[in-house]
């Protein structure tokens, strides 16, 4: 059984630039959340994707968009990127069954660094 | 505002020591609360905890659930250097089905030789 895979694990961008960050999900898992985790932060959601819509969003600007493919990976889009977008963005996966229980498993994130 | 709030932010103690974590939390919905242990940048999973299984035990951690009191702690016996890491605490208010766990800060435990 496949974890869950982030890449690139390290990325900088300079303000305004736009980045795409990655993640597969684990083997057998349909439903992709993403975090955003600021230094000294505990992870803040920023939007959930199941069977390839957008399924729940947090408290962050359309500048943060996302995908999830037929296969289940996701990619999230930053557009207009800020200074304050710095932080470690994590993927985490599950699997949408009918128990009601949900438990995520996490990625090892991507680092994003804005000068 | 929906929040969960952990005490200690952070925790000095020594190899041998038992620990304990606390997790309080404030949400419009309910529907789990999980741990995570932090210890670079996966948060990897320990525990679940719902109403119907407010206790967990996983060798040396174990985790209650008290509904009562809107709070949950995580025990951690006779620590070892590897058990240091964030631990983060985190509630499930919808079972998932939007995906939003609300996180506390963490606590940042150390554990010195």
């Known amino acids: 059984e496949t974890g869950v895979t982030q890449s690139p694990t390290h990325l900088i961008k300079t303000r305004g630039q736009q980045v795409t960050l990655r993640c597969s999900s684990q083997s057998g898992h349909n439903t992709v959340s993403w975090y955003q985790q600021a230094l000294g932060q505990g992870p803040q959601f920023i939007f959930q994707?199941?069977?390839?819509?957008?399924?729940g969003r947090g408290n962050f600007p359309p500048r943060f968009s996302g995908l999830q493919f037929p296969n289940y990976s996701s990619e999230l889009n930053v557009n207009a990127l800020e200074l304050d977008d710095s932080a470690l963005y994590l993927c985490?996966?599950?699997?949408?069954?009918?128990?009601?229980?949900?438990?995520?498993?996490f990625g090892p994130g991507t680092r994003l660094t804005v000068l | 505002e929906d929040k969960v709030v952990q005490s200690p932010l952070s925790l000095v103690v020594h190899e041998g020591d038992t620990v304990t974590l606390n997790c309080s939390y404030e949400v419009t919905n309910f529907r789990s609360l999980l741990w995570y242990k932090q210890e670079k940048k996966a948060p990897t999973f320990l525990f679940m905890l719902t109403s119907s299984g407010i206790e967990k035990k996983s060798g040396r951690l174990s985790s209650i659930l008290d509904k009562k009191e809107l709070s949950s702690i995580l025990n951690i016996t006779a620590t070892q250097t590897g058990d240091s890491a964030i631990y983060l605490c985190?509630?499930?208010?919808?079972?998932?089905?939007?995906?939003?766990?609300?996180f506390g800060k963490g606590t940042k435990l150390s554990v010195k030789p």
């Open positions: 994707y199941y069977r390839e819509e957008e399924n």
């Open positions: 985490a996966s599950s699997l949408d069954g009918t128990s009601g229980f949900y438990t995520q498993y």
């Open positions: 985190a509630v499930d208010p919808y079972g998932g089905s939007q995906g939003n766990l609300i």
